[in-house]
């Protein structure tokens, strides 16, 4: 069935490092991909989301592009800062309607 | 805009006990998820509905959990009786329910059940 692997965090780094978080997915047909961010006691916010294949989805610093020969979405920040510290969860769509969430990596940046 | 609310923030009760949970969409989406976020995991999904309708609950554990969307906009989730696992954060999210569409999420509610 359709679903996502991100990688294991927990990440930690400095302020102004650059950051990657993996994101692989297995679905038929052509999924909507997504980046969603939940900072402490908060709900899921998008970052953000690439519809078809070569699209990079981008927000605040971050990107992604969907790569369907490498099955890939992964997330990357040229200089994280310590308010990008939060939980971010890879998630596909193969409907519109239907979503699958990873597990989800903690990210902590440090002044 | 409003987003989407959720209520309580936060539930306390005991294994066996009952507890229910509100969620108020943002205006004008017809679909409404419920999901389980048990700590250190992503969120499953429990329900959807499309209006009043439900569209997959293949995952609700309908022994003990129930759901409705009466009128097609605000919706509860209820537990009876709880157990020790359920304790979670319950997240309701709503979207306008066409193709490629975006989720938005409330602040979830965080039962712990002791």
């Known amino acids: 069935g359709d679903s996502v692997t991100q990688m294991e965090g927990p990440v930690t780094l400095s302020e102004e490092a650059f950051l990657t978080i993996n994101c692989t997915y297995t679905a038929t047909g052509y999924p909507s991909l997504f980046w969603y961010v939940q900072y402490p006691g908060e709900g899921l916010q998008l970052l953000l989301k690439a519809t078809k294949a070569d699209d990079k989805g981008s927000n605040k610093g971050f990107e992604a592009t969907y790569r369907k020969e490498t099955t890939s979405f992964h997330l990357e920040k040229g200089s994280v800062q310590v308010s990008d510290s939060a939980v971010y969860f890879c998630?596909?769509?193969?409907?519109?309607?239907?979503?699958?969430f990873g597990t989800g990596t903690s990210l902590t940046v440090i002044p | 805009e409003a987003g989407v609310a959720q209520s309580p923030r936060y539930k306390i009760i005991e294994k066996r006990q009952s507890v229910a949970f509100w969620c108020n969409p943002i205006?004008?989406?017809?679909?409404l998820y419920w999901y389980q976020q048990i700590l250190g995991q992503g969120p499953k999904l429990l329900i959807q509905f499309q209006n009043n309708g439900v569209v997959d609950d293949s995952q609700l554990p309908k022994d003990r959990f129930s759901a409705e969307r009466l009128k097609g906009v605000d919706s509860t989730l209820k537990i009876q009786p709880a157990k020790l696992e359920d304790s979670a954060v319950y997240l309701c999210a709503s979207s306008l329910g066409t193709s490629k569409n975006i989720q938005y999420f409330g602040a979830g509610t965080r039962l712990s059940v002791l």
């Open positions: 205006s004008g989406h017809a679909t």
């Open positions: 998630a596909l769509s193969p409907t519109g309607n239907q979503f699958y």
